[in-house]
Each structure stands twice: as structure tokens, then as C-alpha cells.
């Protein structure tokens, strides 16, 4: 079956850092688009960076030049390094996978960033 297991949250103090990973099981790695979201207490799920087959990244305003995601095809995984933290990003972090008309999700992993 597939599997996006997430790994590499905690409690990081502001101004910190985290890289999180995705390891991926049971689909074709390389040709599945790749992203991370994140829910914070109370708010709608974000997408907070993608990553195509090709190597092109995105990112929202709010994390644009603080977090960086990058993929290994040979590893099948897929990461997000967050410099810079602020209480802000406290939220769940899903990987997620995507190809034309399938997606799959992680269970997601908990970042705290403490004040």
C-alpha cells in the first residue's frame, strides 16, 4: 500500500530550525509532484511549498526565504528545511504526493515553535 510517513518535528525555540523528511512507499516516486501543507490550531490547512518531478519550487509569502523543499528520487523522500521559525508556523505538517487526478497524504508530524 501507499505510505508518506513524515519524520523530524518538535519544539524549537524562535529563530530556529527544523528539516523535516518524507519517506514514501508504494507509488513511483519520480513521477509524482510533492508538497508539504500545515494546520495550525483552529485555521485552515496551507500549502506552505511543492516541488514538481522536474525539480520546480513554490512557495507562499509567508515562508518565502525561511524554508526550502527538496527531493532525492534515489532516497524516495522528500524535505522541508525551516530556518528562521517563528510561533507562526506552530502547526501539523503533512507530505503530501500528487499526479494528475491521484494524491495521497501523510499522517503529519507536529512543529512547536515557542515564543
Known amino acids: 500500500q501507499v505510505q508518506l510517513v513524515e519524520s523530524g518535528g518538535g519544539l524549537v525555540q524562535t529563530g530556529g530550525s527544523l528539516r523535516l523528511s518524507c519517506a514514501a512507499s508504494?507509488?513511483?516516486?519520480?513521477?509524482?509532484?510533492m508538497a508539504w501543507y500545515r494546520q495550525a490550531p483552529g485555521k485552515q490547512r496551507e500549502l506552505v511549498a511543492t516541488?514538481?518531478?522536474?525539480?520546480?519550487?513554490n512557495y507562499p509569502d509567508s515562508v518565502k526565504g525561511r524554508f526550502t523543499i527538496s527531493r532525492d528520487n534515489a532516497k524516495y523522500t522528500v524535505s522541508l528545511q525551516m530556518n528562521s521559525l517563528k510561533p507562526e508556523d506552530t502547526a501539523v505538517y503533512y507530505c503530501?504526493?500528487?499526479?494528475?487526478?491521484?494524491?495521497?497524504w501523510g499522517k503529519g508530524t507536529l512543529v512547536t515553535v515557542s515564543s
Open positions: 503530501t504526493a500528487f499526479s494528475h487526478g491521484v494524491d495521497y
Open positions: 508504494g507509488i513511483i516516486f519520480g513521477i509524482y509532484n
Open positions: 516541488i514538481t518531478t522536474g525539480g520546480s519550487t
